[in-house]
């Protein structure tokens, strides 16, 4: 059976990407200029590690890390946002190739717009994912709003769209691939495998 694609979209798993995502959900990816994620219970499982010297470990997943670097290889801004402080999301975060990190934040919301405003990016242009109510006021003024299935149920409710996989196991993967299907950029990495640049590192 031949598959027929939306002008808009010029590769069959951006299709497949998009086959359920509402029209007004892929109208706020596609506008999206600057993705900024939550760290913990978004990026981690939420689990916290402890050692004698405190924390000492986060679980990150190699594929929420390949899709963040296809976000920047397609042309977008990516940034990470935490109410935590500690060198592991730093040393992560420079793995990644990302170097908009702000750790300690307890107005995300604020954090937000004066970030989008130091990007030269209007917040309609933001996307902002996150999963706890610190992340609330961010998600509340971005322009494409995501979160986890295991939020609460008064965070998931003010998102636009929720990843199907949990927090530290593909839900980071999944809105990436949901930017990029949206903008009709998926297909090229798909069409040439080897254009992720250099240096490349999930």
Not at 1 to 17: C, K, N, Q, R, Y
Not at 132 to 140: E, G, K
Not at 151 to 174: D, F, K, L
Request: glycine share 14%.
């Amino acid at each position: 059976m031949t598959m027929t694609l939306p002008p808009s979209i010029t590769h069959p798993a951006e299709a497949l990407v998009l086959a359920r995502i509402a029209p007004a959900v892929r109208e706020r990816a596609a506008a999206v200029r600057l993705m900024v994620f939550d760290v913990d219970g978004v990026l981690t499982d939420g689990g916290l590690y402890y050692g004698e010297t405190g924390e000492v470990q986060k679980r990150f997943n190699a594929l929420d890390g390949h899709g963040l670097r296809l976000l920047m290889e397609g042309g977008l801004k990516v940034a990470l946002m935490t109410g935590r402080s500690g060198p592991i999301v730093a040393r992560r975060a420079a793995e990644l190739g990302i170097s908009e990190i702000m750790q300690g934040v307890r107005d995300k919301g604020a954090a937000l717009a004066e970030l989008a405003q130091r990007s030269a990016v209007q917040l309609n242009q933001t996307g902002y994912m996150g999963d706890d109510i610190i992340d609330l006021p961010a998600m509340q003024r971005a322009g494409f709003a995501a979160s986890v299935p295991n939020a609460p149920g008064y965070v998931s409710q003010a998102a636009h769209w929720i990843a199907t996989q949990a927090g530290g196991n593909g839900a980071v993967r999944e809105c990436c691939d949901l930017l990029l299907a949206s903008q009709g950029r998926l297909g090229g990495f798909l069409a040439a495998p080897g254009l992720l640049g250099p240096g490349a590192i999930q």
